[in-house]
């Protein structure tokens, strides 16, 4: 199983989502689409607009929708410790506030726990830097996999190669920021995740894949909660099921299926993927289970920046969606 987490994915920039995206920077997941067992689901929100934040709560049995503490809260690396996987971290973020982040405390309880770059700050690696990790994993074992991206994280052309470079920007754009600039770091974490599929599906046994992002983002000012857009919480999420899986969970898969249209928020992963592996307990609740037929929550009664804001605030179509330039205000609220 593979957890993938991506970082400043917003879907109103990536061309699935978005058909009216100027960019084409989606071609994988669009050709997944139609696959068999890859769900990719349409109307998913992060829970607040900063990393730390929303980890320790997608990460954690702790939400937006109960009292929980992050400190008193089981993981997702305990659960799948704690029903025979062998657990692995591998992340492509620099190891900064290792002592005191809510993301490298979880990240540590892994069997093994990796990052690519040993500094404290922002890794300057490209997200293929985590592929060769891959290899060293045994394909017999049961092995419950995190890889966390540093996907799209602001400044954008820091995070491709040259060769990803496919859009460029306009004359007056800046070079950091601008919406071509995001398209190629979208296009490259495109890419990085066919990787990892094709490389997992050909030798690794692959049951199930999970991806979603962190939290989204606004191209003319990144994700600042004081400064609130919907865009900013708009993000990405699929979930890849095998024929083996299908086969032996029909009815999950099934209900998986069904919720395609339906509305879930990322600080419900951790009841999801416990749901997906197949471990309830005491510390699971299958309300905020979106595998699960107890699943609660809807449009009307699911929220974002911590309970401060309704989804049906979110009334505004996605930019371009509406022809609207992605450096405009009309999301405002």
């Known amino acids: 199983v593979i957890f993938v987490i991506g970082e400043f994915a917003s879907r109103d920039y990536m061309h699935y989502y978005t058909p009216g995206f100027p960019y084409e920077n989606t071609p994988w997941l669009e050709s997944m689409a139609e696959r068999d067992g890859f769900l990719i ?36 690396i305990d659960v799948a410790k704690k029903i025979g996987y062998h657990t692995y971290w591998f992340s492509n973020q620099g190891r900064y506030g290792q002592f005191d982040s809510a993301i490298t405390m979880v990240a540590k309880t892994a069997d ?57 920007p306009a004359d007056g754009d800046s070079v950091m920021t601008s919406a071509p600039s995001y398209a190629n770091s979208i296009l490259y974490t495109d890419h990085i995740l066919a990787e990892i599929f094709h490389y997992a599906e050909k030798n690794l046994n692959l049951r199930a894949m999970v991806y979603f992002s962190d939290h989204g983002e606004n191209l003319k000012i990144s994700h600042n909660p004081d400064v609130f857009r919907f865009d900013m919480v708009r993000i990405p999420f699929f979930i890849y099921l095998s024929p083996e899986y299908r086969a032996a969970f029909p009815r999950r898969t099934e209900t998986l299926a069904a919720r395609r249209e339906a509305y879930f928020t990322n600080d419900m992963m951790y009841d999801t993927v416990c749901g997906l592996l197949g471990a309830p307990s005491n510390r699971y609740d299958p309300r905020q289970d979106f595998s699960s ?21 979110d009334v505004e179509p996605p930019v371009y969606a509406a022809g609207v330039p992605a450096e405009s205000d009309a999301q405002t609220k």
């Open 41 to 76: 689901y349409q109307n998913t929100y992060s829970a607040w607009t900063q990393t730390v934040p929303v980890l320790e709560r997608a990460l954690t049995e702790k939400s937006q929708y109960n009292d929980k503490e992050f400190f008193e809260s089981a993981s997702l």
């Open 112 to 168: 093994t726990a990796e990052w690519t770059d040993d500094s404290y700050t922002f890794t300057t690696k490209f997200d293929e830097s985590l592929l060769p990790y891959l290899t060293r994993i045994d394909p017999h074992a049961n092995n419950f996999i995190v890889l966390h991206l540093m996907g799209s994280h602001i400044y954008y052309n820091n995070r491709y190669p040259d060769e990803w470079a496919k859009f460029a």
């Open 293 to 313: 037929p107890s699943y609660g929550f809807t449009r009307e009664t699911l929220t974002t920046m911590l309970g401060t804001h309704a989804l049906t605030e």
